[in-house]
């Protein structure tokens, strides 16, 4: 440790007097190191302790997860019958929402009705967790049987009467072409010369 005086000066009548700093330098004891020391090495002690702390903490969060996970520990035996009768309710409820999809389904793409049997498997080997009609579609589309339906033509809306002729036949044009030249050459020129076939 060091120690260190300061040099004061004091405003009076009086001459000045400075008085010149002295350092001096004291060793620290070997109890005040020794002490030291051990606050040092505590405190790297607490850090690791608390790592572990932690370490542990994480560990029994995830155990607690897993314990939770079983709800055997957690309900009584009439709970745990009463639960194992709703589950078997409820997969009656959802089988038979399944099946009546199903029926809907069949109805709407009759084509399907008739390979059940592989749509079945197709449904529940690659797509067990989609929407049924989903699935459907998608059997379809890849068995080549969903064709869209194409609405074609419009039907003719303009009656019963036959469109005009338009152009000359051929006799017509040759009957131009030897009475009146000038005018067969103009219609040529202009492409106006049509000829019916």
Known sequence: MEETTEVVETPQN????????????????????SD???????SSQNFERLKKAEAELAELKQNNIN?????????????????????????????LREERELERIYVQYPLLKEQSSKFEEFRKSE???????????????????????????????????????????????????????????ELLKKDQLKIQS
């Open 67 to 95: 314990q939770n996970s079983s709800e055997a520990d957690i309900y009584s035996d009439e709970g745990k019958i009463l639960k194992g009768q709703l589950d078997s309710v409820r997969g009656e409820l959802n089988t």
């Open 36 to 42: 030291l020391r051990h606050k040092a090495e505590v």
């Open 127 to 185: 797509h067990p967790r989609a929407k049924i009609e989903s699935v459907a579609k998608l059997f379809l589309a890849e068995n080549g049987l969903l064709e869209p339906r194409r609405q074609g033509l419009e039907s003719p809306t303009g009656g019963t009467r036959t469109p005009m002729v338009s152009g000359m036949t051929a006799q017509e044009v040759e009957n131009l072409r030897r009475t009146n030249y000038k005018k067969y050459l």
């Open 14 to 33: 009086t001459p000045q007097k400075t008085e010149v700093s002295t350092v001096k330098k004291t060793e620290i004891a070997e109890e005040e190191l």
